[in-house]
């Protein structure tokens, strides 16, 4: 059994910074990659980041901004959101992969729930 457990989001200025963690558990930790997939009000989700073993990915729109992180101890992923715009409001979604790798689409079989994220002034 694969669990998929967000506990961050919140209501961040313009500007600030945020970081989202995504438990997983039930897992053979180094051989899945962890995404995260923002979607905002009315559109389609979209990817922002993926973590895999030993490769990492950023979308352009937060690169330089976002990192993501990899503790095995705690078989957790953090997204470190700085700088974040306004743009960037959304509910971010912690997704996981059966396969390791961050080079192109794949299929990602476990989700968490979501964490809201509110960038305004």
């Known amino acids: 059994q694969v669990d998929v457990v967000e506990s961050g989001g919140g209501l961040v200025q313009p500007g600030g910074s945020l970081t989202l963690p995504c438990a997983a558990s039930?897992?053979?930790?180094?051989?899945?990659?962890i995404g995260w997939f923002r979607q905002a009000p009315g559109k389609e989700r979209e990817a922002s980041s993926c973590?895999?073993?030993?490769?990492?990915f950023y979308a352009d729109s937060v690169t330089g901004r976002f990192t993501s992180s990899r503790d095995s101890a705690k078989y957790t992923v953090y997204l470190r959101m700085n700088r974040l715009k306004s743009e960037g409001t959304g509910v971010y979604y912690c997704a996981v992969s059966i396969f390791d790798t961050c080079s192109g689409s794949q299929p990602w079989s476990y989700w968490g729930q979501g964490d809201q994220v509110t960038v305004t002034s």
């Open positions: 039930g897992l053979n930790w180094n051989v899945y990659a």
């Open positions: 973590n895999g073993n030993g490769e990492t």
